[in-house]
């Protein structure tokens, strides 16, 4: 990140975050605070924001460019991608936690306690999950995937079912801390990157999971849309499990 950039996400930051934080607290506004942060942080001109485009609306356009954030729930992308890709280039921005600071808020009292950070540490594989439901689109010269990796409070609420309420509790909202950079994919040939180097070919999902040390479930799904963007390919079978190799 440039020094530009630092401060540009600080004023977004404070401007979404700092004023209604005071007045009102944690999760009063009325759209979620990562999505509203990097909407003002690539698009400060509020004329760009919320644009009516083909029957959608847009999170930002510039008349040039599409971008929209997505935190979650990329199948709810298909219709947008559907309608704007034929028309212009259209980024999607998914923020990922790199590391966390987890708070709890009592729903009762309001009362917020904890502040423990997260041994988690968020990694592009991430985003694969996510990626997977609009595999489709993927391949489309005019989509762009940007990865947004912050650092974050996130508050979850006391409402889970253990003793201490803690698990299947529900998360409440997350707040950005600092964007400390970005990992963009603009064409296929860009996913190479998220092969490891020194990873002996042919490799198994398991041999890839422990090299860039994720589940072996995260693994296939990886390699999954890997395969479909043909950046890697498969060359046979190792007992039951596929053997991959990267494409040059």
């Not at 992308?77 to 966390?100: D, M, S, W």
């Not at 306690?113 to 991430?126: A, E, F, H, L």
Request: aromatic share 10%; hydrophobic share 35%; with cysteine.
């Amino acid at each position: 990140m440039t020094e530009s950039e630092i401060l540009r996400f600080g004023q977004a930051r404070e401007k979404i975050v700092g004023k209604a934080r005071e007045r009102n607290g944690i999760g009063t506004l009325s759209e979620k605070t990562v999505h509203a942060v990097l909407k003002e942080y690539y698009a400060p001109d509020p004329s760009v924001q919320e644009v009516p485009v083909a029957g959608c609306v847009a999170d930002i356009c510039t008349g040039s460019e599409i971008v929209e954030i997505q935190t979650r729930g990329f199948h709810r992308l298909r219709p947008k991608l559907e309608r704007f890709l034929p028309l212009c280039p259209v980024t999607v921005v998914y923020p990922i936690p790199l590391q966390k600071t987890v708070h709890w808020v009592d729903p009762d009292t309001g009362e917020i306690s904890g502040g423990r950070k997260s041994p988690q540490k968020g990694t592009p594989y991430m985003a694969f999950p996510e990626l997977y439901r609009i595999k489709p689109f993927l391949k489309d010269p005019n989509l762009r995937i940007r990865l947004a990796f912050l650092n974050m409070e996130e508050y979850k609420l006391l409402n889970g079912w253990s003793y201490d309420k803690k698990r299947g509790s529900s998360r409440f909202d997350r707040i950005p801390v600092s964007l400390e950079y970005e990992v963009e994919f603009t064409c296929p040939r860009d996913y190479l990157q998220l092969i490891p180097y020194g990873l002996e070919e042919p490799f198994t999902a398991a041999r890839f999971a422990k090299a860039v040390r994720i589940r072996r479930e995260l693994a296939g799904t990886v390699l999954n849309v890997l395969a479909f963007l043909e950046t890697v390919e498969v060359v046979g079978r190792e007992g039951r499990a596929y053997l991959y190799r990267a494409k040059e």
